[in-house]
């Protein structure tokens, strides 16, 4: 396996593993309408981690708006294929889409909206529900969502979170 860097650059590889991510969006998270998914997928400021199978096949994948100015990030969908759960390619995703956001797009926080059945794994993932980057930074800008917890986690700026 490998965790790869994706956006919609036109690059054909990219596209594949786009809509490769779709699948797996769409049936891990049924609350989210397929349009939006693709939306955010296609959009130029998301940028995704997708964890690649040796037969090329997207397993998971972890999709963040970029927020430059703020050195933000927003996770937007998070998800690993049901045949492929608990088995810690969940952290090893998050590792690399944290070590990904930082070192390319120059995010130092990440802000997500959990699910509530997720609150578990975000915890365990070094997220918290309290929210230490200023309000002025992320009110406004990251959506509002029903029924999730906000929560964050602040990027080391050296830790080589992929060993
Ligand atoms: N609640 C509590 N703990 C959890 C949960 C959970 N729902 N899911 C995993 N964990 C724990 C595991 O027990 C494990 O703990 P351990 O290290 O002590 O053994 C740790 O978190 C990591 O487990 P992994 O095997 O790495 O995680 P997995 O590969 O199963 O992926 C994920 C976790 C992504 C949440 C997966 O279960 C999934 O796709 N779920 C359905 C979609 C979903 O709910 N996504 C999040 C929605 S919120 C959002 O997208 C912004």
Redesign the pocket.
């Known amino acids: 396996i490998e965790f790869a860097y994706v956006l919609n650059d036109g690059q054909p590889i990219n596209m594949i593993r786009l809509m490769g991510l779709k699948v797996i969006f769409s049936k ?2 049924p609350n989210m309408p397929r349009e939006y998914i693709c939306r955010l997928l296609l959009d130029r400021r998301h940028r995704s981690c997708a964890l690649v199978g040796r037969n090329g096949a997207v397993l ?1 994948g972890i999709t963040y708006r970029v927020f430059p100015q703020q050195g933000l990030g927003e ?6 294929a049901a045949s ?9 995703l998050m590792n690399h889409a944290k070590a990904m956001a930082r070192d390319r797009d120059g995010i130092r926080y990440f802000l ?4 509530n ?2 609150v ?2 975000f915890k ?1 993932q070094g997220f918290t529900r309290e929210i230490t980057l200023p309000r002025d930074r992320w009110v406004g800008f990251i959506k509002d969502y029903d029924g ?1 917890t906000l929560m964050e986690a602040v990027l080391h700026p050296k830790l080589p979170y992929t060993g």
């Open positions: 891990q998270l998971g996770i937007a969908f998070c998800a690993v492929q759960q608990v088995r810690g390619f969940g952290t090893r997500t909206y959990a699910d059945n997720a578990g794994y365990k999730g």
